[in-house]
């Protein structure tokens, strides 16, 4: 009998050594890693950014709720809102739920979701003369499903061409 409850305590142990969290905390902790394709014309159709960040959350609950808009980013140049995303749905693994990886937002953009903006005043999306670049960087944060706020990170640039 004895010999029974050593061995059930042996493989207790093994499985709560096996199981722990990885210390992450509950708040996500995010990082921007890079941009695939950051170069666009204002005058494209549609073209395509992708955004690379790596993530940790401690509790592993990292997904959007009702697939609602849980990432955003925020255009620096007027503080708005130039994407939102639903994260992936990420499942929890194991005990204690932690959870690290690297998530891909692809931003689809179409002809007029992103302009050259002008100190001059001359109107947003209109051709300069001569052709010039903007840059384009974004506060890139996401919220977990318990509505915890990321840290922000920068995330850019596109450079747009102002054509």
């Not at 209109?126 to 052709?131: D, K, N, R, S, V």
């Not at 499903?145 to 922000?152: H, I, Q, W």
Request: with cysteine.
């Amino acid at each position: 009998m004895n010999r029974y409850v050593l061995l059930m305590l042996f493989f207790t142990a093994l499985v709560y050594s096996c199981a722990n969290s990885p210390g992450f905390p509950d708040k996500p902790d995010i990082e921007f890693v890079e941009m695939e394709n950051n170069t666009v014309a204002q005058s494209s159709q549609m073209d395509s950014v992708v955004f690379v960040i790596y993530f940790e959350d401690g509790d592993g609950n990292l997904r959007p709720v009702d697939q609602e808009a849980n990432v955003f980013l925020m255009d620096l140049r007027d503080s708005t809102i130039a994407f939102a995303f639903a994260s992936p749905d990420i499942p929890t693994e194991g005990s204690g739920n932690g959870i690290k990886g690297t998530m891909r937002l692809h931003a689809n953009i179409l002809r007029g979701d992103i302009c050259c903006i002008y100190e001059s005043g001359q109107p947003p999306c209109t051709p300069a003369i001569p052709i010039r670049t903007d840059s384009l960087y974004y506060d890139l944060y996401l919220f977990d499903e318990d509505g915890k706020r990321s840290n922000t990170v920068k995330a850019g640039p596109i450079v747009l061409i102002c054509d």
